[in-house]
C-alpha cells in the first residue's frame, strides 16, 4: 500500500491514541512523518514505531496554543524534510464540567488547545502550501461539534468551531489546490473508555447504531484516504466516524 509514497505529513497529538494510529498508518502508506506531542517522550516513541517501518520520522515536544513555539517548529521541519505535503490537525484536550461549574481556566484551556491549535498550526504550513500549490489538511473534530453534549459545552464548542474553521480555510486554499477537511470521530475506544462501568458502556452503546465502540484504526483509515489520490476532488467537508450516531 503506497498511496503516500515519499510525501511528508505533519501529525499533532500523534504520541498516543487517535494521533499515533494515523502517524502510523501514515507510514505504512509510504509518507515520511513529523510526530508533535506535548512531550518528546512520546512523540520519540511513536517516532521510533515509523523508523522500524522504514520511513522518516522526527520528534518534536510543542504546545499547539503557543503561536511562538508552532511557528519555530514548522521552520524547523520545513528545514529537515524539505517540504510537507500533509497535515493533521489531531491535537485535543477535554476538561468536563457542567456549565454552572465549568471554570474560565477549563474553558481556556479547551479552547486554546482544540481550536486556536488548529489555527497556530494551519497558519504555520499555509505558505509552503500556497508556494507548492498543493496540500491536504486535516482537521479531527468530534461529533460532539455537531450534536453536543452535556458537561462538555467547551468541547462541543472548540469542536463546532474546527468544524467552521475546516470550511473556511477549504474556500480560502481551494484555489490553489490545497484541501481541508474535518473527521467527526465518534466513541472510540480508548484509555478511557475502557474504565467505563457495564451499565455505562451499555447505556453508550445504545446511542451507536452498529452497538460497538469504534476504534482508533477506524479513523486512521479515514485520514488516509483524505490525505491520498482518491480525495482529490473532496473540500470543505466533514467525515462522520461514528457508527451511525449522527445521521
Not at 139 to 150: D, H, K, M, Q, R
Request: charged share 20%; glycine share 10%.
Amino acid at each position: 500500500m503506497s498511496q503516500l509514497i515519499n510525501q511528508i505529513a505533519v501529525v499533532t497529538g500523534a504520541g498516543r491514541g487517535i494521533g499515533r494510529a494515523i502517524a502510523l498508518k501514515f507510514a505504512a502508506a509510504g509518507a515520511d512523518v513529523a510526530c508533535i506531542s506535548r512531550t518528546l517522550e512520546n512523540a520519540e516513541k511513536v517516532a521510533v514505531e515509523i523508523r522500524a517501518l522504514g520511513r522518516r520520522a522526527w520528534a518534536h515536544a510543542v504546545d499547539v496554543s503557543d503561536p511562538v513555539a508552532v511557528a519555530a517548529a514548522a521552520e524547523k521541519i520545513l528545514a529537515e524534510a524539505g517540504r510537507v505535503d500533509i497535515l493533521v490537525n489531531n491535537a485535543g484536550i477535554t476538561r468536563d464540567g457542567l456549565l454552572m461549574r465549568m471554570s474560565e481556566a477549563d474553558w481556556d484551556a479547551v479552547l486554546d488547545t482544540n481550536l486556536k491549535g488548529a489555527f497556530t498550526m494551519t497558519k504555520a504550513f499555509t505558505r509552503a502550501f500556497l508556494k507548492q500549490r498543493a496540500g491536504r489538511i486535516i482537521n479531527v473534530a468530534s461529533v460532539i461539534g455537531l450534536i453536543g453534549n452535556a458537561g462538555q459545552c467547551n468541547y462541543a464548542a472548540s469542536k463546532a468551531g474546527l468544524i467552521g474553521f475546516t470550511k473556511s480555510v477549504a474556500r480560502e486554499l481551494a484555489s490553489r489546490g490545497i484541501t481541508a477537511n474535518a473527521l467527526a470521530p465518534g466513541f472510540i475506544e480508548t484509555d478511557m473508555t475502557a474504565e467505563l462501568k457495564p451499565e455505562m458502556k451499555a447505556e453508550l452503546l445504545k446511542q451507536i447504531p452498529l452497538a460497538q465502540l469504534g476504534q482508533s484504526e477506524d479513523i486512521a483509515e479515514a485520514a488516509l484516504f483524505l490525505a491520498g489520490p482518491g480525495a482529490r476532488y473532496i473540500t470543505g467537508q466533514v467525515l462522520a466516524v461514528d457508527g451511525g450516531m449522527v445521521m
